[in-house]
Every structure is written in C-alpha cells, then in structure tokens.
C-alpha cells in the first residue's frame, strides 16, 4: 500500500507542476497563487519555484490558525517538491515554448487547469503531508465546513487578491482558474479515489484456487 499512495503521490506532483506551468506560459493570466508567485519572481528576483516555497511556508502558519493546530511542518517537504517541478517544467523542460495567437493560448491554460486539478485529486489519495495551499482548501473546509470546491474557490480568491497586491499578472486566465479549478477537483476526486481503493482492494483480495 505504501508503495501505490508514494507512487499517488509523486506521480500527482508532477502532473499538478506541469499545470501549473502550462497556465504560466499561457500568458492571460495565470492562477491567482501561481501570479503571486510569478509577480514576486519578477519584482524581486528568485525562481516561480523559490517562491512557491516561501508563499507556501506563510500559507502554512495560516492554515495553522485556521485549524487551531500547530503548522503541518511535514508540508514543507511538499512544498519543495512542487517548486523543484515547476522549476523544472519551466526552466528545462517547457523553456522554449512560444506561444503565438489567442487561441493556442487559451487551450493551453484550458489545459493545464484540467491537468492541475487532476494531479491535486491523484496525489490528495496519498494521504500524505499536502501543499500548503491545498491544505488551505481543506483547512477553509473544516473549519466553515464548507465542500472542497467552494474551499478552493475561496481559497484562490484570496490569492487573486494578494497577486494583484504585489502586481502578479492578472488577467481572464486567472478568473477562469479562480473559479474553474474547485468544480474540476471536486469532479475527479472520486475517481481518483475509487482508482486508489481499487488497487488496494485487489492487492489484498485472496487467490481462489
């Protein structure tokens, strides 16, 4: 079992960093986090990744009030993980992608919202320490009790406000995220859980001879 929710786990990372970055090159706006993080990148310097980290080590102290607990301080590990694949997605792997005309751009954010919210619902089945900013969605959700997509919602809400606070790119794109990313999540979490409950069913399941 360890082995499927760490293979969950890494493999939802990744998938949620190439969103992410794709919603980034698209260029028409990036997610509310993801400007923030783009918008202190550029004014202060450091990598998208960098900030990532520093952004998800505040909105671990937050989470932290919210709940009422100490900070998730095992969500840091995470937190590094994301920003390593998103630097990498960024800086390495998508370095030379120009996108030209309207359109294209338009399906590549499309795009990387559908995979972002997928690799949330994939690596959340791990049960591991999650993403700061995932914890927020969660964090929202306990303590308003609240469902997951209207926890995210707001928790991106939130985060529009800040990058538009310290000049993160803002534009259609990030109402779009704002708003899409909650109900997509909400949509393929269920899936990804009976796929997880599934391995690990059969794995247990006795040979009948």
């Not at 694949?85 to 992608?97: G, K, N, Q, S, T």
């Amino acid at each position: 079992m360890i082995t499927r929710r760490i293979l969950f786990f890494c493999v939802g990372l990744f998938v949620l960093a190439l969103g992410i970055s794709l919603m980034i090159i698209a260029d028409i706006g990036a997610g509310a986090w993801d400007a923030l993080n783009v918008g202190l990148s550029e004014t202060i310097g450091l990598t998208v990744g960098n900030w990532v980290m520093i952004v998800g080590i505040f909105v671990m102290l937050l989470n932290a009030f919210l709940l009422k607990e100490r900070p998730a301080y095992l969500s840091i590990g995470t937190i590094i993980l994301i920003g390593f694949f998103i630097d990498f997605w960024l800086l390495i792997a998508l370095d030379e992608w120009n996108l030209e005309g309207l359109v294209l751009k338009v399906l590549v954010l499309l795009g990387g919202l559908v995979i972002a919210s997928l690799g949330i619902a994939v690596y959340l089945q791990a049960k591991f320490p999650l993403s700061p900013l995932d914890n927020l969605m969660l964090a929202i959700s306990k303590r308003f009790k609240l469902r997951f997509g209207i926890s995210k919602t707001i928790g991106e809400a939130t985060g529009l406000v800040l990058a538009l606070l310290f000049g993160g790119p803002i534009g259609i794109g990030t109402l779009v995220v704002t708003f899409g990313i909650g109900p997509i999540i909400q949509f393929f979490y269920p899936h990804c859980e009976r796929l997880m409950e599934k391995g690990f069913s059969s794995k247990i399941k006795p040979k009948i001879s």
